[in-house]
């Protein structure tokens, strides 16, 4: 076997051990879910996963930072969009609750913040990428203060975080009922309360706000 056929085989080794951790720990969680049950749902051998990863543990963390990967270049596309900081909030937060993302790798990635949550002063990986993701939000929202398109105050300051407990509500939300559509009119509906509870500016045409979507993905075809 040459050296780019093994190159490939590894990085499809690796990416199916992490879709079945995802998977699993979207169903039952990071306690619940054992190497063996990866082994089983992956269909890899015991010595390429410890190839990967050294544990089950390394394997959680590797499918945090894809987690966050994914939330950085959601947010990187948006900003990308050239739209108002405000209009990226609305692209960003839909496209979190549209369907291609109420899969494993949403729920997974949740579900693992909550098992790996750690304590106040001892903070564990599931904490740190809560919080890299309400960094992002933040971003935006103190553009938004910028752009005088929010008014600074009491809930302006915390909107970020309200925006990433939304988006996680909704996503156990849809998980339940299995209708992303509702998810999607749930948002509208919350990110209008939000904006109205945070003083969103006089001048903002809020329907044309929360009608912001994220341009949809081009492939090098030109097909969407």
Sequence with gaps: MTTRKMQQRSVVTRASILDAARRLFAQQGYTGTSINDILADSDVTKGSVYHHFASKADIAASVLADWSTMIRELLARAEGSGASPLHQIVMVCHDLVSAHHQGPAMVGGLSLMIDLRGTVNHPGPGAR?????????????ARAIGAGQLRPGSQTRVLGETLCSTLMGSTLSTTITEDPRRAQKQMSLLLRCLFADAHISGSIDIADVLAARLPTRRTATGAA
């Excluded at 990428?129 to 929202?141: I, K, N, P």
Aim: charged share 30%; proline share 0%; aromatic share 16%.
């Design 129 to 141: 990428a809560y919080h890299e993701w309400v960094d992002g939000l933040d971003d935006l929202v």
